[in-house]
Nanobody
């Protein structure tokens, strides 16, 4: 089992920045990749970004490419999501999760979800 705890959400004006953190504990040696997802009210959970453990390769949803950056700190078992140039459409609960098997840009292959952190972007 892996336990994940997200933090760093909050209220920010459009154009501003936030940095989310995801702290992993438990069987972290089993992690091969992790991802960030978000879910707005009334919408399905959508892929935001992912990062692989072996080669640090990253992947982003088109909607955040060029604005968001995913990174990780192995020593601290942390994964970050730096969010710049935020838009009101980025408002959602943001979740991190462990990739269990590869499914491009969907939540189906992910597990051990955190509790989420709210990000609200005002116009």
């Amino acid at each position: 089992q892996v336990q994940l705890v997200e933090s760093g959400g909050g209220l920010v004006q459009a154009g501003g920045s936030l940095k989310l953190s995801c702290a992993a504990s438990g069987r972290t040696f089993s992690i091969r990749a992790m991802g960030w997802f978000r879910q707005a009210p009334g919408k399905e959970r959508e892929f935001v970004a992912s990062i692989s453990w072996n080669d640090y390769s990253t992947d982003y949803a088109d909607s955040v490419k060029g604005r968001f950056t995913i990174s990780r700190d192995n020593a601290k078992n942390l994964v970050y999501l730096q969010m710049d140039s935020l838009k009101p459409t980025d408002t959602a609960v943001y979740y991190c999760a462990v990739r269990l098997y590869y499914t491009p840009h969907t939540a189906l292959g992910y597990g051990f979800w955190g509790q989420g952190t709210q990000v609200t972007v005002s116009s």
